[in-house]
């Protein structure tokens, strides 16, 4: 992967900014941003809606778009792909959209964000179900019998991660998704901070529901995706339902239509879905196995740097292969923010706080102030890497 090639494409690299917080938003090409120019320019137009030629322009690149994502994460068709706001949304539409009965179980863990957590526990309260939460060790690695001991018959959904955005953990989901499978559940994975960085093939995975964002992936923000598996699509009801989203209505009743129509309701985020192919065609392009590839060596050049530094605590997997991406650590006596700040003196960006997963922080890591976090992308090198570990030690220096 040429890197500094790379980094032509992202002018916001030029201002001097080591950018180091891409697991809470990327940044995003020109290509993207030419793509989506182009629709403004060129055939700005809703979808789905006219014979003139610029809607139907319009309407063929927002398929596209959805052919894309399909291809790109190894799903059936681009019927199987339902383009929503983000990760949440995503989330939240199978929460409420699953025909739940009272008394069944949800299964999830203790390494998730909020929006694979909180969406089930209201869940679980709106719909008389129970949830119950699987614990790793302190590095975030799973015993796979701790699944197979909370998943049982009652069990209607497992969700889960596949990374991890505060320890850059990588969640054995295969093996999940057997055990899953084998009493009848079905299984939910959040893809937020997986997709981005390697290759994901759905039915590899065994997963029935696949969630993640663009604005994570070199995409626009405003555009996320939820994979439904051919088998789930119809017992799953829409969030919202409207304009687009129907085959037939009379004055009583109206039968809604095929996916993706009948999960997208309105006008949908019609640049933000052509953006979002864009970048999927740019990833693809530089080859997922290599993105994963440099991340790992970019992220873990972090972690043993901060490792070896005095009053530095850091999270997480310590064998390479079981993590990538993020690298979650605190200053003995300093809050995170702090941290931060003094990183942002320096031109480092970096994020800090409970990251969404207060559940994790507190109880895990027993750290409820939260973590700083630095997180890899693309166009991270490993002099930036450096930069980060010498602008921490002198952090510590002048404790
Ligand atoms: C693992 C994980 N899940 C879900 C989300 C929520 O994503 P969004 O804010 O795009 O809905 C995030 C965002 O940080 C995440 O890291």
Same mark, same amino acid.
């Given at each position: 992967m040429?890197?500094e090639?790379i980094?032509g ?9 080591t950018?180091?917080?891409?697991a809470a938003?990327s940044?995003?090409?020109?290509? +993207? ?17 006219g ?10 690149e927002?398929?596209?778009a959805?052919?894309? +994502?399909?291809?790109?994460i190894?799903?059936e068709?681009?019927?199987?792909i ?8 995503s ?6 959209? !699953? ?8 299964v @999830? @863990?203790l390494?998730?964000h909020h929006?694979?957590y %909180?969406?089930w ?5 709106r719909?008389?179900?129970e949830?119950?939460v699987?614990?790793p &060790?302190?590095?975030?690695?799973f015993n796979?019998?701790?699944f197979?001991q909370?998943?049982?018959?009652r =069990? ?5 991660t596949?990374v991890?955005?505060v320890?850059g953990?990588?969640?054995?989901v ?16 959040d893809?937020?901070?997986a997709?981005?960085h390697?290759? =994901?093939d759905v039915?590899? !995975? ?8 663009g604005h994570?992936?070199?995409?626009? @923000?405003g ?22 989203? %129907? ?11 095929e996916?993706p129509?009948?999960?997208e ?11 979002l192919?864009?970048?999927v ?12 590839e ?7 050049? %972090?972690?043993?740097? !901060?490792?070896?530094?005095e009053? +530095?605590?850091v999270?997480?997997?310590? *064998? ?5 991406s993020?690298?979650?650590? &605190? +200053? ?9 700040l003094?990183l942002?003196a320096a031109? %480092?960006m ?9 559940? !994790?922080?507190?109880h895990l ?7 700083v976090?630095?997180? @890899?992308?693309?166009? &991270? =090198?490993? *002099? ?8 921490v ?7």
């Amino acid at each position: 992967m040429d890197v500094e090639k790379i980094r032509g494409d992202f002018p916001i690299l030029r201002t001097g900014i080591t950018y180091l917080d891409n697991a809470a938003s990327s940044l995003t090409p020109e290509q +993207v941003l030419e793509k989506m120019l182009e629709y403004y320019h060129g055939y700005r137009a809703n979808v789905e809606r006219g014979v003139h030629r610029l809607s139907q322009r319009a309407s063929e690149e927002y398929e596209e778009a959805h052919r894309k +994502v399909a291809d790109f994460i190894g799903a059936e068709s681009w019927r199987n792909i339902v383009f929503t706001r983000n990760t949440s949304e995503s989330i939240n539409l199978v929460a409420w959209g !699953l025909p739940w009965r009272r008394g069944e179980k949800i299964v @999830t @863990t203790l390494l998730e964000h909020h929006s694979n957590y %909180i969406v089930w526990l209201r869940a679980a309260r709106r719909f008389g179900l129970e949830v119950e939460v699987v614990r790793p &060790n302190r590095e975030g690695l799973f015993n796979l019998s701790d699944f197979e001991q909370a998943i049982d018959d009652r =069990t209607r959904l497992v969700a889960v991660t596949r990374v991890s955005n505060v320890l850059g953990v990588i969640v054995p989901v295969e093996g999940i998704a057997e055990i899953a499978h084998e009493h009848g559940s079905l299984l939910l994975v959040d893809g937020a901070q997986a997709v981005p960085h390697m290759e =994901t093939d759905v039915r590899k !995975l065994g997963c029935d529901f696949l969630a993640f964002s663009g604005h994570k992936m070199l995409g626009p @923000t405003g555009i996320g995706v939820l994979y439904i598996a051919p088998t789930v699509q119809e017992e799953l009801e829409p969030l919202c339902i409207g304009g687009g989203t %129907i085959r037939d209505v009379g004055l009583e009743d109206y039968e809604l239509g095929e996916s993706p129509e009948r999960f997208e309701a309105g006008t949908p985020a019609i640049a933000e879905a052509i953006g979002l192919g864009a970048a999927v065609e740019y990833l693809e392009a530089l080859g997922m196995r290599e993105v994963e590839e440099h991340d790992r060596r970019i992220s873990w050049a %972090i972690r043993e740097g !901060l490792m070896e530094l005095e009053k +530095v605590e850091v999270y997480g997997p310590k *064998d390479p292969e079981h993590g990538m991406s993020v690298v979650s650590f &605190n +200053v003995e006596g300093l809050n995170p923010h702090e941290v931060a700040l003094a990183l942002d003196a320096a031109n %480092i960006m970096v994020r800090s706080g409970h990251h969404c997963a207060l559940p !994790l922080v507190k109880h895990l890591l027993n750290r409820p102030q939260g973590t700083v976090r630095a997180s @890899t992308y693309i166009y &991270n =090198t490993l *002099d930036e890497a450096e930069k980060l570990v010498e602008t921490v030690r002198e952090i510590v220096k002048g404790l």
